[in-house]
């Protein structure tokens, strides 16, 4: 059992379309972040989220703490074929240097 | 971009053969991790290390053994490869507060 479920495993959509996609735990996280990993390469980190109930926007996307800090949610408004690749969230261990990962979403994005 | 390398980049070898995969950081970084990456599990945490001789184990450390002899490398050993390893590595690094992590951009092995 995955300590972090994401959905949609796999998600193909066209250019210009909204998506969110989710991260859950059957516990409670001190602190979660999402990472972005294109074809080829490692994971990078996008942002980290800390207080329950925190919105955080970069540009296009927008990342949700859930309030009881067990999910979050990732959202990506008209989405561009750059968005392309594996969407994945991490549980930081208090103590600061472990990291649980999930499994990911694979988004594709059609031109 | 953090400075991470990892060698070699691809690799195929035999079961049981032994196999030694780098990494190598010039960014002084304290931590260095090893992941697996496979279909359906996401990155697995299989060695980290948080000084130079200071390893201990993750998730899915059995078959696998590290060494830091210095700060700027970490090497992951498989002393007798087989099929189940084979998998996508990782290597990353991190900082004092550890939040942020910089992956290096992986070793492909097949054990065939």
């Known amino acids: 059992t995955q300590l972090l479920e994401q959905s949609p495993q796999f998600l193909s959509i066209q250019e210009g379309e909204n998506l969110t996609v989710y991260c859950n735990s059957s516990s409670v996280f001190s602190s979660l972040q999402w990472y972005r990993q294109e074809p080829g390469e490692g994971p990078v980190l996008l942002v980290t989220v800390v207080t329950g109930g925190e919105v955080k926007k970069l540009k296009r996307l927008t990342f949700q703490f859930g309030d009881a800090r067990k999910d979050s949610s990732l959202h990506i408004t008209a989405a561009q074929p750059g968005d392309t690749g594996l969407y994945l969230c991490a549980l930081l261990f208090t103590g600061g240097f472990k990291t649980i990962f999930g499994a990911g979403t694979r988004l594709f994005v059609k031109a | 971009d953090a400075g991470i390398t990892q060698s070699p980049r691809h690799k195929v070898t035999e079961t049981g053969t032994p196999v030694t995969l780098r990494c190598h950081q010039t960014?002084?970084?304290?931590?260095m991790y090893w992941y697996r990456q496979d279909p359906g599990h996401g990155l697995r945490l299989i060695h980290y290390?948080?000084?130079?001789?200071?390893?201990d184990k993750g998730e899915v450390s059995d078959g696998y053994s590290v060494s830091r002899s210095k700060t700027e490398d970490f090497l992951l050993t498989l002393e007798s490869a087989t099929s189940s390893q084979t998998s996508v590595y990782f290597c990353a690094i991190s900082g004092v507060t550890g939040s942020e992590q910089y992956f290096g951009p992986g070793t492909r092995l097949t054990v065939t």
């Open positions: 290390s948080y000084g130079v001789k200071d390893t």
């Open positions: 960014e002084n970084h304290r931590y």
